[in-house]
């Protein structure tokens, strides 16, 4: 999506630049967007298909030491399937192992920190994106 907005751009006005160099600037681009709109993102859930992880912190602290905006709750799944609107109201976000819960819970293959939080920049950009470009007509 970047690279078709900066290519549009480029054109315009009769530049042009090597693919990496594109990709580079679209990374940085993101990274930005990203930066910006964090906060609107403040309540995270992660739900675990097993209640043993969640005697080990050790996740939890690695997240929270990484972005310390961002509130972090883990439960097992098996509670969020007994009263999903429970936790619904309360998060902005709902992180899962199992793809079967609801079509607002982003699945993650697995709970390492770099996959949360992959899944939590990749949920702020994609929102953003939707947010900037869905009601505005984007003109070249």
């Known amino acids: 999506f970047l690279l078709n907005i900066l290519d549009k751009i ?5 530049l042009n630049l090597f ?4 990709i580079s600037v679209a990374q940085i681009i993101k990274k930005i967007i990203i930066e910006h709109n964090k906060i609107y993102l ?3 859930l992660l739900l675990f298909n097993e209640v043993t992880i969640l005697d080990d912190n050790y996740l939890k602290d690695s997240l929270c030491n990484h972005n310390k905006k961002f509130n ?5 799944t098996f509670f969020y399937k007994l009263n999903p609107e ?3 109201n309360k998060y902005d976000l709902i992180l899962s192992d199992e793809p079967s ?3 607002k819970t982003i699945v993650v293959n697995n709970f390492n920190s770099m996959q949360v939080l992959s899944a939590i920049y990749d949920h702020i950009f994609d929102k ?3 947010n900037k470009f869905t ?3 984007i003109s070249f």
């Open 42 to 44: 403040k309540n995270i």
């Open 72 to 76: 972090f709750h883990m439960e097992p």
């Open 135 to 137: 009601n505005k007509k």
């Open 19 to 22: 693919f990496s160099d594109k």
């Open 128 to 130: 953003a994106m939707e």
């Open 86 to 88: 429970n936790y619904e």
């Open 101 to 103: 819960l609801n079509s």
């Open 10 to 14: 480029l054109t315009k006005y009769n």
